[in-house]
């Protein structure tokens, strides 16, 4: 029984050991290749003074498993274009086939290839990456520390909750003429409390106006300003002047004033936390969901990379030679990343769903893969 399934698994492992050679070096010469462009960015700082040497190796070290991830499906495309064309070269394939062996059970191994190198790329981006972005904003916020904060905004509109609040009840409105991160100020700000009714109505209660906002790091204090107190019946029951006043809020308001950390350097739990947190708050959502969605779509890129190679290496191996699908193959790499590119960039700009933004190029070319593989089986 153990021959019978060692002997089952012999072109398994025949194809597993081809691949794995031209996998490995794609995989160092993608990252390498990327690194490099990384390398220019850095090479600004170093030039600046503003990072030292070891500094610029220690981030280009903690930039590895991002590239990595990046460059896997260039990696498992050209390894698999690479396979194919060798085995077509030395009759392999033509061998094989007479010996009874379908082409389905060539091109499965191959297949769980790119799957597996799919389950890599997710552990990667969703464990390693995420801890090696925090320590990357670590030593960014040491070696950056005289570089300025986010910038002012005016006429800054939002909903949280009090101290104490629910998710369910975001109860106070902000309508804030001048927001600086900066100086962690709020000028001219306009706070509403309203109380809910049946029906999913809302009853203003209160009004709170005030010349000045302050952030000290642990909570907020309002400065020269008035409450207006209202009844059920919209009367004004009290007045209220106020020189320094304590505001209690959720932490939304406290997020509003903290430099923005790009959502590639959260984790999922962070990321969906900040998602529901802006979304409370009325903040553009859109960036982060596009982010969100990569998170899955993009390892999953190996895999469809797989599955598009396999026509394309076995169809123009047996015309062109060993090497030809490579140029066409080429192209085609360019053309992935030029979608993806497109496709992110409307997503965060809002002219696709996230969704559709972070899906559509798998689901263009595992299309096109699915169309070819098909064509070539027939």
């Known amino acids: 029984m153990a021959r019978l399934f060692t002997k089952f698994w012999l072109l398994e492992r025949y194809l597993f050991g081809q691949m794995l050679t031209p996998l490995l070096a794609g995989i160092a010469g993608g990252t390498l290749l990327l690194l490099a462009g990384r390398l220019f960015t850095l090479a600004e700082r170093l030039v600046e003074g503003s990072v030292p040497p070891l500094t610029v190796l220690r981030l280009l070290m903690l930039d590895l498993p991002e590239m990595v991830v990046l460059g896997m499906p260039i990696a498992a495309f050209f390894a698999t274009m690479l396979t194919l064309g060798k085995l077509s070269g ?23 290839v790119g799957l597996l190198m799919s389950l890599s790329a997710f552990l990667i981006s969703n464990v390693l990456l995420p801890a090696s972005k925090r320590e990357i904003r670590r030593i960014d916020q040491q070696a950056l520390l005289a570089q300025a904060t986010s910038p002012v905004q005016y006429d800054v509109f939002f909903k949280t909750a009090r101290v104490g609040g629910t998710e369910s009840l975001d109860n106070l409105w902000f309508f804030i003429r001048q927001v600086d991160p900066r100086l962690n100020t709020m000028q001219d700000v306009t706070i509403l409390r309203v109380d809910p009714l049946p029906g999913g109505k809302y009853r203003l209660a209160e009004v709170t106006l005030a010349a000045q906002a302050v952030w000290n790091g642990l909570d907020w204090t309002l400065s020269e300003g008035v409450t207006h107190r209202y009844g059920p019946d919209g009367l004004s029951l009290a007045e209220e002047p106020f020189d ?57 890129a190996s895999f469809f990379a797989v599955l598009i190679s396999l026509p394309l290496g076995s169809s123009t191996a047996r015309r062109v030679g060993r090497y ?32 559709a933004a972070a899906w559509s190029f798998n689901l263009l070319f595992g299309s096109l893969g699915l169309l070819l593989l098909a064509r070539f089986l027939r």
């Open 90 to 112: 030395n009759s392999e394939i033509t061998a094989m086939r007479a010996a009874g062996i379908p082409f389905t059970r060539i091109f499965r191994p191959l297949l769980l």
């Open 324 to 355: 030809g699908g490579v140029v066409f193959g080429i192209l085609l790499v360019f053309a992935y990343y030029v979608v993806l590119s497109v496709s992110r960039s409307l997503g965060e700009a809002g002219a696709l769903p996230p969704w």
């Open 244 to 300: 320094r006043k304590p505001l209690a809020v959720s932490q939304d308001l406290a997020a509003l004033l903290q430099p923005p950390v790009p959502p590639n350097e959260l984790s999922l739990p962070e990321l969906a936390e900040r998602i529901s947190r802006l979304a409370r708050s009325n903040l553009n959502t859109q960036p982060l969901r596009t982010e969100f969605h990569m998170r899955f779509s993009l390892p999953l």
